[in-house]
């Protein structure tokens, strides 16, 4: 019987500062895929899926906490703590908008169209920008108060055509009817929110909150709500998209990558990171996963090891 075969990472360089979050695009009509990633150095990377390098985007003053791309990859968002969200050309790297606010943008989200833009921050607001007008006054998302959480914005998805979902500080994520601005309903948690990702493929929110990884329909239906308790507090998780068998953590507590089955229970942890790992996310098709650490370096981690598939070369032995 062959040995399990040791996962080994791709390290994908290029950033100077910590890496802070990550994004991958979704599966294309060619089966390829992007990832964008938000840095402190203030410059996001686009990348192929198999790691290599595309292009950088230069424009922001400050520490990038959070970019995204469009479905179809023409587009990119960034929130910065130049106080600005921009818009970029994914194929000329050129910016397209600069929206400013009145403090540090954490974190932004397109439309499935890319008409409109999501931001969220430090303001405590969410507003929401008509890309196709863009000198016009944004938005905002606050139910008749000044504010739209009573903490820091920590995360903004689009969900379908007219859904927005927040995520604060103050422990609360909200889900907004865009068209009316309004919450239809919210859900409350004992501390705050560290993190949340729009799993597109399940339909469901990966949130981490303290010790917590929750699983929550991304539109409320009536499914329920799957919630664990870890031994560390995740700083951000990701779930299988294809087998939604195991998810993956990174954590501000030490550098590890875990690999966690839906009951909890530890499958795998992957060292290599030479600092906390500040955002972990499964591409689209499940066959890897991405971390970003303190360390300035994303590394791509092979769901299967010893599989062959972008850059990874199998397992072959000699002559074979």
Not at 42 to 63: C, Q, S, V, Y
Not at 152 to 181: N, P, Q, Y
Not at 265 to 273: A, F, I, T, Y
């Amino acid at each position: 019987m062959a040995a399990h075969p040791k996962s080994v990472p791709l390290v994908a360089p290029g950033h100077t500062r910590p890496v802070t979050h990550l994004h991958f695009s979704p599966l294309q009509d060619d089966g390829t895929y992007v990832l964008i990633s938000s840095c402190k150095d203030g410059n996001p990377m686009l990348r192929e899926w198999t790691g290599d390098w595309i292009g950088t985007f230069i424009g922001h003053k400050g520490a990038v906490w959070c970019s995204k791309l469009s479905p179809d990859t023409s587009r990119a968002a960034s929130g910065s703590a130049d106080f600005t969200a921009k818009i970029w050309d994914t194929y000329s790297g050129e910016p397209l908008h600069s929206f400013p606010h009145n403090h540090i943008v954490r974190s932004v989200a397109l439309s499935p169209n890319a008409s409109h833009l999501l931001t969220g921050g430090q303001e405590k607001k969410v507003r929401m920008f008509d890309l196709r007008r863009p000198d016009a006054e944004p938005d905002l998302l606050t139910e008749g108060s000044a504010i739209s959480h009573e903490g820091t914005v920590k995360s903004v998805v689009w969900v379908g055509e007219h859904t927005g979902v927040t995520a604060g500080e103050d422990g609360i994520i909200k889900w907004w009817d865009l068209r009316s601005r309004t919450v239809s309903t919210s859900l409350t948690f004992p501390g705050p929110i560290t993190s949340m990702e729009l799993s597109p493929q399940t339909n469901r929110l990966v949130v981490t909150s303290g010790k917590t990884v929750s699983f929550i329909p991304a539109l409320p239906n009536g499914n329920q709500t799957h919630s664990l308790t870890l031994p560390y507090a995740p700083s951000s998780a990701s779930i299988h998209p294809i087998l939604q068998d195991r998810f993956v953590t990174g954590s501000m507590s030490d550098e590890w990558v875990r690999v966690h089955d839906l009951s909890g229970e530890e499958r795998d942890v992957l060292k290599g990171h030479h600092g906390p790992v500040h955002c972990v996310e499964f591409s689209p098709d499940g066959e890897m996963f991405a971390s970003g650490s303190e360390d300035g370096t994303i590394r791509l981690w092979q769901t299967t090891p010893g599989k062959t598939y972008g850059l990874w070369q199998g397992n072959q032995t000699n002559g074979g």
